[in-house]
């Protein structure tokens, strides 16, 4: 009778020693890390569109200041030129287009809120004061009105007043403004999509006056704020409409601003002025919303002409609903770990702490737990035979001998093919040597008489 092998026990399917056990744990959480990679997406694509708006504008110019500072962390700001606010607004809400990101100017979206298809939109923060610019011609104000100065857009009915063009955001708050006014609409008309050129119209008198939203750092604002023969509205019910229009501001431009050896303005001037916001898609990734705000943070937050240092990028007024990511930098600033590693590796840690800190905590109590489990696998290897051992020299009395010798020498073959690490051999070989006290103990038994 073949010696039978010992119970199959729960122990033997435990991982083996040495590189086949190392590797199985190594594997176990190298797919638990490959699944929280994926599942968090934590390195994102190295590429923004932006929508800015018209070529010399103010979105243009602030858009090339972003470009550098997220060059320097890895990350392409690809720049879409655009007529304005109203064509930004267009190709965010289409996921075709490509543009993840764009400014906004406040006042512009007038589409209802519409529960069952959501707006893909959110903000990254307000960034600039946006002032409402009517520039005219001193010949028109001459030739068209009795009034010296006109305070009041009343008084420009009959003018020949370019909003800009159609895509921008220039044209529907003006239209929002006159309309309150007693400007009749007949005098507004759309400019030429290039908004240069309705510069150069009310420059060279084709137009009596031009309405320009934009920041005040503006080339084109700057290049008519210095020109002889064009002159700035005052307006005076610049707090009437702020309080009528909720997303507008009243502000001030003090006298000399502009030029202060040529005393211009020679008088305070009141403006009114959106907000421009960041806006992007809310699907655009987490680690880009953070690049976003801390170079907005940079490029916006210095002193302007209407603002104090820090006072943008902010949260007040969001035209959309705040991003999670921009809203916790507005709270906490940057990330901590930014201030000691690179970016990118700082946000690889940052979005995988909620699962690199579990797998840590998982290890400390494996790697005490593992080698007594380990050992017992092993040493249960070579004990496991003890019980075959003591079950023959039990059968001594009531068993054949010849049948023992022959179950016994079955048991040997199979301690013999026993693998156990080196520092395990001690135990394997006093297997062995009980083996062979057992079988001197069978050779001593007597012999039964027939």
């Given at each position: 009778m073949a010696a039978a092998a010992p119970r199959r026990?729960?122990?033997r399917f435990l991982p083996e020693p040495g590189p086949i056990a190392t590797g199985l744990v190594l594997a176990l959480f190298a797919a638990i890390l490959y699944a929280a990679y994926l599942l968090l997406d934590p390195t994102p694509a190295k590429r923004i569109v932006m929508a800015t708006g018209p070529e010399q504008g103010a979105y243009a110019e602030f858009a090339k200041r972003y470009a550098p500072l997220l060059r320097a962390n890895g990350v392409t700001l690809e720049l879409r030129a655009t007529q304005g606010s109203?064509?930004?607004l267009k190709l965010l809400r289409d996921p075709d287009s490509?543009?993840?990101v764009a400014f906004v100017q406040g006042g512009v979206d007038t589409r209802e809120p519409d529960p069952d298809h959501p707006d893909p939109l959110v903000s990254l923060g307000a960034v600039a004061y946006e002032p409402l610019w009517l520039f005219y011609r001193k010949e028109a104000l001459r030739r068209l009105t009795k009034h010296e100065a006109p305070t009041q857009l009343s008084q420009l009915s009959g003018w020949r007043?370019?909003?800009?063009?159609?895509?921008?955001?220039?044209?529907?708050?003006?239209r929002q403004i006159a309309a309150v006014s007693g400007l009749p609409a007949a005098t507004l008309h759309s400019g030429e999509p290039a908004t240069v050129r309705s510069v150069v119209d009310l420059v060279q008198g084709r137009e009596d006056a031009l309405a320009l939203v934009s920041a005040a750092d503006a080339p084109f604002v700057q290049y008519l704020l210095h020109t002889p023969d064009v002159d700035l509205f005052d307006f005076a019910h610049a707090d009437a409409m702020a309080r009528r229009f909720g997303f507008l501001h009243s502000l001030r431009m003090p006298r000399g601003l502009v030029d202060p050896a040529a005393d211009e303005p020679s008088h305070d001037t009141r403006v009114v002025a959106a907000t421009a916001s960041l806006v992007a898609r809310n699907d655009l990734h987490p680690a880009l919303v953070q690049l976003l705000v801390q170079a907005a943070a940079r490029v916006h937050g210095q002193a302007g002409w209407f603002s104090r240092p820090g006072q943008f990028p902010n949260v007040e007024a969001p035209i959309f609903p705040l991003s999670a990511e921009a809203e916790r930098f507005y709270r906490n600033g940057p990330p901590w770990l930014q201030r000691y590693l690179p970016f990118w590796l700082a946000n690889f840690f940052d979005r995988m702490w909620i699962v690199l800190l579990p797998l840590a905590a998982a290890l400390l109590p494996l790697s005490r737990v593992l080698p007594p489990l380990v050992e017992l696998r092993l040493r249960s290897?070579?004990?496991?035979?003890?019980?075959?051992?003591r079950a023959l020299e039990d059968a001594r009395a009531s068993r054949p001998p010849g049948e023992l010798a022959r179950e016994l020498d079955a048991i040997e073959a199979r301690v013999a093919d026993i693998q156990v690490p080196l520092s395990y051999a001690d135990e394997l070989?006093?297997?062995?040597?009980h083996i062979g006290m057992v079988r001197r103990k069978l050779a001593e038994a007597p012999v039964e008489d027939g």
């Open positions: 026990h729960w122990r109203a064509e930004n490509g543009v993840q007043i370019n909003t800009g063009p159609a895509g921008g955001g220039s044209g529907p708050l003006f290897r070579v004990f496991r035979w003890y019980g075959q051992l070989y006093a297997l062995r040597a």
